[in-house]
């Protein structure tokens, strides 16, 4: 049985899968090493996810994740008053549940690495423009989310990492170094191509200072070119 | 639990996760609703991968796929005194091999839903191509695979699926039916995105027909607009 790698967040990470996406490249670094596994919910925020908690991480599993990353904030931070507000979570209240979702993954197993990544900024012209592309006249010209919001919740998101001695990733303040930013969300908010990249090469980076890193881990049988032609079942014999 | 769907071959299954990767493609299609694993051996033939079914397939698992890709044959049909005759398998060999590993499955479980794939084509002078980039004056001027022998195993392929009443994809004869279809291949034998794209139909078309249809499968979770902002935890009850 090989290590599972579970990413679990909201949309940035139910979409993690598609073409460039940053889950299906670490899929790729991790093949035969470990398997990458997908929970992302589309919409959700920490208050809903942690009615998942129990049933995507049962307590006693006898094989739970060795890492697992930990991606909410965009929804949460949606403003009350807008188009987003149901899925509005106070920032006390997303800290909190933060705390609660890392608890009862290190109630699983005090071993696992626990990955905290912050939502990403919040490109709010193109949020507007995402919005008139969908409405058209009827689109509103107030943005449910700003950058402004989200830093508030990533700075949340940061501390609370430190706090619990926990590796974080800020993609918030990450992306914004880059003159252009912009170019990493494709609607404001969710990722195109080049913001994936970015989250793969933090969450490798993470992952490898943490000790899981890809080239350092065993491949789950012989590689081909240790298979002797003419009497393969040495190689396998070991298993 | 979610149903897994194993994808189980050599290096064309391995690389599926890359940027627009088949694989990955059907990861993203079956999110929330079925776990894809990647079982991909670079450099395998069926001879090898016969050792591997114990392991990644055990008889009495509480929880065997509910499909499984099986996608070897490539280097099966290595030619015999050429630079890839390692890995050479003779014909006969192969389909009985391929019936092993359908057999094993289907004690595993009865029910899996198992799909035979065949080689792709084989572009010689892809091939050769891409030995002289890597090889310069010194890469052989025969190639170690051919298309007119990729066809003697596909045919094999397909015709044990018949017998077995599987459902398979003739790959091999799919893409040719493409004027230029040499754009499929990026060495003449791995697939390109559009050749990954191939696949990818071929394969949700396939599943789709057996009733594996991600559209009419269950979310694993509620959807998050039948969540009520106010009393979220009606939508949860009943988990």
Request: proline fraction near 6%.
């Amino acid at each position: 049985m090989r290590p599972q790698i579970v990413l679990f967040g909201d949309s940035i990470t139910a979409q993690s899968f598609r073409s460039g996406g940053w889950g299906a490249a670490l899929a790729d670094t991790y093949t035969r090493k470990a398997d990458v596994v997908v929970r992302g919910y589309g919409g959700y925020n920490t208050r809903w996810a942690l009615f998942l908690l129990n049933h995507l991480f049962p307590m006693g599993s006898a094989t739970p994740p060795v890492a697992t990353t930990i991606f909410f904030g965009a929804n949460d931070a949606a403003l009350l008053g807008r188009t987003g507000e149901r899925q509005h979570v106070p920032i006390e209240e997303y800290r909190e549940n933060l705390r609660r979702i890392v608890r009862h993954l290190k109630n699983c197993t005090p071993t696992m690495l626990i990955v905290l990544i912050t939502p990403p900024p919040i490109d709010e012209l193109g949020r507007l423009e995402f919005a008139r592309s969908l409405y058209g006249d009827k689109a509103t010209e107030l943005p449910e989310r700003t950058n402004e919001m989200a830093a508030v919740y990533a700075k949340q998101c940061v501390e609370l990492a430190e706090e619990l001695g926990l590796p974080s990733i800020n993609l918030w303040s990450k992306m914004q170094k880059t003159e252009g930013w912009q170019k990493f969300l494709s609607d404001g908010l969710h990722l195109t191509a080049e913001g994936n990249a970015i989250v793969y090469e933090e969450v490798v980076k993470v992952f490898s200072e943490a000790g899981l890193s890809a080239p350092n881990m065993p491949y789950d049988f012989p590689h081909h070119s240790e298979i002797d032609g003419k009497n393969p079942e040495k190689a396998f014999q070991n298993l």
